[in-house]
């Protein structure tokens, strides 16, 4: 029988990739978007798409309605994906703006995979893989709001992942670092919106280093992968007979973990401070 997925963010980068590669394998693949002119271009591309937002609880729980009408009350695989970031100095970020990237990179995500459990109880296995990042590992600077997310989805999933024990329920987390995406795009809209950066103390350091790397089209990291290399680890997890708890994803991943746990916490402040 086909196996099912939903898949979330898949507008572009990560979940763009994602869905047309588990397409081709086989897989019937929900490719959710927040605007409906994505998941409209979506379906063009012969992918099955519809909204789902994770700041709008409503979505969330019509996406899994019309998820499980069109499979007949059965989902394999979720895959937690869409976020944004939110650059700027913790202390020129205001607790609202916090609060509302931690909707959609964390509340979103809890509530989706509380809606699906239960599903995957009544058939007895299933698979919940959620997408972090190597900021869920390590924190740099300026990026105090998405490293908060992702350092509180890590703990949450490994807790879930202890819970589902010989539930048939595997859960995974996926750390890429640097990926071909719009992350740096989308994060615009969210820092003019949050952070007064022009009053910061930081504002010198702002003007000369995170808005010139915010703005300006620099090209692609040394260590970045497209897209597909996290196709490859998200297919292992889905697939192998015994998923793996964490996939690391480029260069900068796989060094950060040795990192954190060979070096004292000093040691590894001298290293990430200098970005």
């Keep these: 029988m086909t196996k099912s997925i939903l898949i979330t963010g898949c507008s572009s980068g990560i979940g763009y990739d994602a869905a047309h590669g588990l397409a081709r394998r086989g897989w019937r693949v929900f490719a959710t978007c927040r605007a409906e002119a994505d998941c409209e271009r979506l379906r063009g591309e012969g992918l099955e798409s519809f909204h789902l937002d994770y700041e709008d609880e409503a979505s969330i729980s019509e996406a899994v309605k019309e998820v499980l009408i069109r499979t007949g009350g059965t989902l394999d695989a979720l895959y937690n994906n869409g976020a944004y970031a939110l650059p700027g100095a913790v202390e020129d970020l205001p607790t609202d703006g916090l609060r509302a990237i931690f909707e959609t990179n964390l509340f979103g995500y809890h509530e989706l995979t509380r809606l699906v459990i239960p599903v995957m109880r009544a058939q007895g296995h299933g698979r919940i893989i959620n997408c972090s990042s190597v900021l869920g590992l390590v924190a740099i600077k300026w990026r105090g709001a998405y490293v908060a997310t992702k350092f ?25 670092g640097p990926i071909t995406a719009r ?30 790397r ?40 796989y060094m950060m973990g040795v990192l954190r746990r060979i070096l004292s916490t000093r040691l590894l402040d001298v290293i990430l401070s200098k970005g």
């Design 214 to 253: 915010l703005y300006e089209d620099r090209g692609s990291d040394p260590f970045e992968l497209p897209a597909s290399a996290v196709t490859k680890k998200l297919i292992h997890a889905l697939e192998a007979k015994r998923p793996r708890a964490r996939y690391y994803v480029t260069k900068p991943t």
């Design 152 to 176: 509180a989805l890590e703990g949450l999933t490994d807790a879930l992942r202890l819970e589902m024990r010989g539930s048939g329920i595997h859960v995974s987390l996926i750390e890429p």
């Design 183 to 212: 992350i740096r795009q989308n994060a615009i809209p969210h820092f003019e919106k949050w952070i007064d950066w022009e009053i910061s103390p930081h504002a010198e350091e702002y003007r000369t280093s995170l808005v010139k």
